[in-house]
């Protein structure tokens, strides 16, 4: 056994001293190594600046701070080698795609009312002057460019006073009106004295006037339409009487005389009494006006009259003033005989007498009607005016692209003859805002209850909540004052904008592709909308808001027409530098958002005011500031 142990022991002796000499000599080459990258280094020192990153406790103050770090290479995330050369056309940047701006002259571009297409359409009753869109294959796919020199509006309440000549470059008014205080022209600016042609003195002075005659500050009267509303000073100081007017002019009867309006921060949509329906509601409004409007209210068997009545609310007021009103004090001054002037206002008497208006007072300029508050005793009446009778198997809401009729549209039965039909009088303002509205308790809007509509209230207040943390400009009050919200249901987005004393208006849109109609909910809330499909252009000229909102809108409209078509409607008429809050299905906005930044609009998306686990995220979208090229740059 001793032979074997020594045999053992020295073999043993052996391998370490091997593994001693291997270690050594594996140190000795990483030391020549490690010595030889320095000396190289050494060398070419600019390598080692562009790798390495500067201390921690580097003084950004020190001189040498700026040169270390202006010298480091950014990082390259884009392959250098790639199999094929043809693939270099499929790198990241060469795939990006921008929507082109259209050309200059289009800054103004109203597709559904554009002149050259509408002198194609029958020229009788002004049928040419309403919406006509262009077809498919005439949309336009490019991104409409704001004029030279657009500048953001004044604020609210200046401007209502005041607009840049830059954003609306037209002077038109100022020559045509001159005498009647519509508007003026000075440096780069116009200035909205408040006048109109019936109202010399001013808008304030004309509204006080009326003020005499109906009660306008007990908040019975809130709604209001303006037919041919020139720039729309009616509308603009009835706002300080908390009375909201939609008013509306046919585009280029008097040049820009809507866009002056949106300008202004005044409600106003491009429209026209002619052959179809106006786009709202039965019993919308609480008050109708015309000033020296031009519409033949007499002529067509009364049919405009009785489109007016159709969207008055039981007990609301017509105001007419100018011809034929006091045709006999005036009628020299006018363009007619005064035989002519008093058989017009004995037809305007008589079609109003044949829809039982009662007629309360006529004063100087001013003569005012007043709709029944119910049709019980007008249904007596039909033994001795035959006609206009009243209307049979029709929708009273139904109003885009609808025919006008020669007949009443009927009120809700009442259980008495002093009743206010439909459901009874809305609530004054401002509770009339949060009161369940009478169509709800009559339960004429489908299976929406009163509790489903006090929930969509307070679901509001707390979304508009969550909005201003994401939106700082939609939280800075005063730095919107038109809104749009594309699909409003009952109102709440708006309706929690009052709450909170924004000062905004809101023009809120019910889609007529829409599972229920809710718009005539929305007014007798006491605010102001109208229909539209969203597949076509609204009745409105390039950057007329400020912020839209649209709830839902590509769901709604999936497999009916192109998400590009809609975005690009919105890029029109939203301004520069202007907002927009998209919530919807998270894989509906994830294509939104590829064409957004298409649009050059800035983008984030965001998670539900629920959390992360909600499908349904936010697009929170802003529009870049860019205009048309200087007037020399033009081609």
Known sequence: MAPNRVLLYL??????????????????????????????TGIATTTIDFRRSPPCNLNINHPNATSITRTQTPLDFIPHHLPDDDLVTALPVARVKHIPPCIPKLSEYTPCEDVDRSLKFDRKRLVYRERHCPEKSEVLKCRIPAPYGYRQPFRWPGSRDAAWYANVPHKHLTVEKAGQNWVRFKGDRFSFPGGGTMFPNGAGAYIDDIGKLINLRDGSIRTAIDTGCGVASLGAYLLSRN??????????????????????????????????????????FDMAHCSRCLIPWGQYDGLYLIEVDRVLRPGGYWILSGPPINWERHWKGWDKTAEEFKGEQDLIESVAKSLCWKKVVQKDDIAIWQKPSNHEHCKITRRVFKKPQFCQDQDPDYAWYTKLETCI????????????????PVAKWPRRLTATPPRIISRSVGEITEDIFINDTNLWR??????????????????YRNLLDMNSYLGGFAAALVVDKDPVWVMNIVPVESYVNTLGVIYERGLIGTYQNWCEAVSTYPRTYDFIHADAIFSLYKDRCEMEDILLEMDRIL??????????????????????????????LVDHEDGPLVREKLLIATKKYWTAPAPNHFQ
């Open 11 to 40: 073999i043993s002796l052996r391998m370490k001293k091997s593994n001693i000499f291997f270690m050594a000599l594996t140190t000795v080459l990483c030391s020549c190594s490690y010595l030889f990258g320095n000396w190289k």
């Open 243 to 284: 009375i909201l007017a939609m008013s509306f002019a046919p585009k280029d009867t008097h040049i820009a005389q809507v866009q002056f309006a949106l300008e202004r921060g005044v409600p106003a949509l491009i429209g026209i009494l002619a052959s179809i329906r106006l786009p709202y509601p039965s019993r919308a």
């Open 409 to 424: 549209t009927p009120l809700p039965d009442v259980s008495n003859i002093r009743a206010t039909s439909g459901g009874g």
């Open 462 to 479: 707390t979304r508009l909540s969550y909005y201003k943390k994401l939106d700082q400009q939609l939280a800075e009050k005063g730095r």
């Open 575 to 604: 301004r520069p530098q202007g907002s927009v809050i998209i919530r919807d299905d998270v894989d509906l906005l994830v294509n939104a958002e590829a064409i957004a930044e298409e649009l050059l609009w800035e983008t984030r």
